[in-house]
């Protein structure tokens, strides 16, 4: 009886250990529902920068990004969009990796991957969204209008209108309140990138900087062509004609200083602004096709250029004449 009794209280304890440890299980099991269900997100992925940025923005990042190093690289910011994994080149993602781990949809930003569709719609649900110029054929599209309905849009997928709203709004107070600080400055401007000592990118319409120029209410000086990517190469020959402010775009894939050595040697030391001395060089941080966060990048490094400038000027012609005061008093 005494064995039978030990195999007995034995028999218990081993079952209050089993009822203990699925009672702790299940509790983990719960509690982690529970946090999934708090912090569910739509697992999206996408190849298109502007997209991205504007998931990031709104509080709901992609779980994967064609390209994210590349991206990192142009916002000049290591770990820019955070828990993202990168699905190889932007060009070249690495759809093996995407169909082991697949997710709700795929964003892509046509023409660019369209070939690519058949592969992707065996992966997940494609979904297309159509930006800057590829938007529409209509010359008078406000790019700007087509930009805050992809906030809208990528709200709505990832179930939190709330969030894009609140970050359109945002946007638009910030680039209201730029508008007003800006004023007063000349409002022509032309936005150039510097490729070698004979040729250069100018910017427009189909790009961020022209979207920007727009919105902030000033004016490009380019009148020229451009191409649907809102930018074309031309000669320095093509410059030399326009005398307004000049905004060098410095990229991160330029050499250290490269826009300003090229402003010192050769024919572009001519122009008539960089004689002047009516420039600036802003250091690119932003993608040039990208949605509402590029567009404040650009804006700000842009309006901090503009009205530094404009300070600068209102300082010294006060001291000056402070000093044609003085000078009348002695």
Same mark, same amino acid.
């Given at each position: 009886?005494?064995?039978?009794?030990?195999?007995?209280?034995?028999?218990?304890?081993?079952?209050?250990?089993?009822?203990?440890?699925?009672?702790?299980?299940?509790?983990?099991?719960?509690?982690?529902?529970?946090?999934?269900?708090?912090?569910?997100?739509?697992?999206?992925?996408?190849?298109?920068?502007?997209?991205?940025?504007?998931?990031?923005?709104? +509080?709901?990042?992609?779980?994967?990004?064609?390209?994210?190093?590349?991206?990192?690289?142009?916002?000049?910011?290591?770990?820019?969009?955070?828990?993202?994994?990168?699905?190889?080149?932007?060009?070249?993602?690495?759809?093996?990796?995407?169909?082991?781990?697949?997710?709700?949809?795929?964003?892509?930003?046509?023409?660019?991957?369209?070939?690519?569709?058949?592969?992707?719609?065996?992966?997940?649900?494609?979904?297309?969204?159509?930006?800057?110029?590829?938007?529409?054929?209509?010359?008078?599209?406000?790019?700007?209008?087509?930009?805050?309905?992809?906030?809208?849009?990528?709200?709505?997928?990832?179930?939190?209108?709330?969030?894009?709203?609140?970050?359109?709004?945002?946007?638009?107070?910030?680039?209201?309140?730029?508008?007003?600080?800006?004023?007063?400055?000349?409002?022509?401007?032309?936005?150039?990138?510097?490729?070698?000592?004979?040729?250069?990118?100018?910017?427009?319409?189909?790009?961020?900087? +022209?979207?920007?120029?727009?919105?902030?209410?000033?004016?490009?000086?380019?009148?020229?062509?451009?191409?649907?990517?809102?930018?074309?190469?031309?000669?320095?020959?093509?410059?030399?004609?326009?005398?307004?402010?000049?905004?060098?775009?410095?990229?991160?894939?330029?050499?250290?200083?490269?826009?300003?050595?090229?402003?010192?040697?050769?024919?572009?030391?001519?122009?008539?602004?960089?004689?002047? +001395?009516?420039?600036?060089?802003?250091?690119?941080?932003?993608?040039?096709? +990208?949605?509402?966060?590029?567009?404040?990048?650009?804006?700000?490094?842009?309006?901090?250029?503009?009205?530094?400038?404009?300070?600068?000027?209102?300082?010294?012609?006060?001291?000056?004449?402070?000093?044609?005061?003085?000078?009348?008093?002695?």
């Amino acid at each position: 009886m005494k064995y039978q009794n030990g195999t007995f209280y034995r028999s218990i304890r081993h079952k209050r250990i089993a009822l203990s440890a699925t009672l702790l299980i299940g509790l983990l099991i719960s509690n982690l529902l529970m946090a999934s269900d708090e912090n569910s997100e739509v697992p999206l992925a996408t190849f298109d920068f502007a997209i991205a940025e504007t998931l990031n923005a709104i +509080g709901h990042p992609p779980m994967f990004l064609a390209g994210l190093k590349g991206y990192e690289t142009y916002s000049r910011q290591s770990d820019v969009i955070p828990n993202t994994t990168n699905l190889g080149y932007r060009h070249l993602p690495n759809l093996e990796l995407l169909a082991g781990h697949p997710p709700e949809n795929i964003l892509i930003s046509p023409p660019a991957h369209t070939s690519l569709l058949p592969r992707l719609s065996e992966i997940a649900d494609v979904k297309e969204y159509l930006l800057y110029n590829f938007s529409k054929s209509d010359d008078a599209l406000n790019h700007w209008e087509v930009v805050e309905e992809l906030t809208r849009q990528l709200g709505t997928l990832v179930n939190d209108s709330a969030a894009s709203e609140q970050y359109i709004e945002k946007t638009n107070n910030h680039f209201d309140d730029l508008k007003r600080k800006l004023n007063n400055t000349d409002p022509s401007l032309l936005i150039v990138q510097l490729m070698d000592e004979r040729h250069a990118r100018v910017f427009g319409k189909g790009s961020v900087e +022209g979207m920007v120029l727009n919105r902030l209410g000033l004016q490009n000086a380019w009148q020229g062509d451009l191409g649907q990517w809102g930018m074309t190469t031309v000669s320095a020959t093509s410059l030399f004609s326009i005398n307004t402010k000049m905004i060098f775009l410095e990229t991160p894939y330029d050499p250290p200083g490269g826009q300003r050595k090229l402003l010192t040697d050769g024919q572009w030391r001519h122009l008539p602004s960089v004689r002047e +001395g009516n420039y600036k060089i802003i250091p690119t941080n932003y993608w040039s096709w +990208g949605g509402l966060p590029a567009a404040q990048q650009f804006a700000d490094s842009l309006a901090n250029q503009l009205i530094g400038n404009e300070v600068d000027a209102q300082v010294a012609y006060s001291v000056q004449n402070h000093h044609e005061e003085n000078a009348d008093i002695h």
